[in-house]
């Protein structure tokens, strides 16, 4: 037995270096539209590569090697998810970039426009209901708004965490 990662281990660990770098390259080829699909789209580009390195690389195939590199590449992808998240939908994140690049304080209604980008609390409202359409957790018929199952399961899990951490 070998301390060593075996050669799918060390494919996933650099696949997981390079994931970022996909990233950065779609978006500057600006074919995918969407921080959601820019993603997956990354995701699915390195997952792929495993794939092809699973059949491409010479010597046999250990299961451990296989199953142990597939599990690295999964950390890595979330890990990079949770970062990706917080960056291009972190609504604090997103909102504090608004008030940096103005160049006074601004009023509540102003931070809101400069966040929409000319837009206003009604537009802020449109645009985090169009998320949770596009994502699946709800859902916009005749004028009226609910929560899907993916949602319901979402806000439970929610729950869940913040009581287990103490956040409420």
């Known amino acids: 037995m070998s301390i060593f990662p075996g050669p799918l281990q060390i494919t996933a660990i650099l696949l ?25 789209a990354g995701s699915l580009t390195v997952i792929a ?44 994140v997103t909102l504090l970039t608004a008030l940096a690049g103005a160049a006074q304080p601004l009023t509540l209604e102003q931070w809101a426009s400069a966040y ?19 994502s699946g957790m709800a859902i916009s018929r005749d004028g009226r708004i609910a929560v899907t ?9 929610v729950r869940l965490i913040r009581f287990a951490t103490g956040m409420g």
């Open 16 to 40: 997981s270096a390079l994931l970022p770098l996909v990233l950065f390259g779609y978006a500057r080829i600006g074919v995918f539209h969407g921080a959601g699909r820019l993603f997956r």
């Open 49 to 92: 590569l495993f794939a092809a390195g699973c059949l491409a690389l010479p010597g046999s195939r250990d299961i451990g090697d296989v199953v142990g590199g597939a599990l690295l590449l999964t950390t890595a992808i979330l890990l990079c998810h949770v970062l990706w998240s917080l960056l291009a939908w972190g609504f604090t």
């Open 116 to 134: 929409m980008r000319g837009g206003d609390l009604s537009g802020f409202a449109h645009n985090r209901l169009r998320l949770l359409v596009g």
């Open 149 to 157: 199952p993916l949602g319901m399961m979402t806000v439970r899990v």
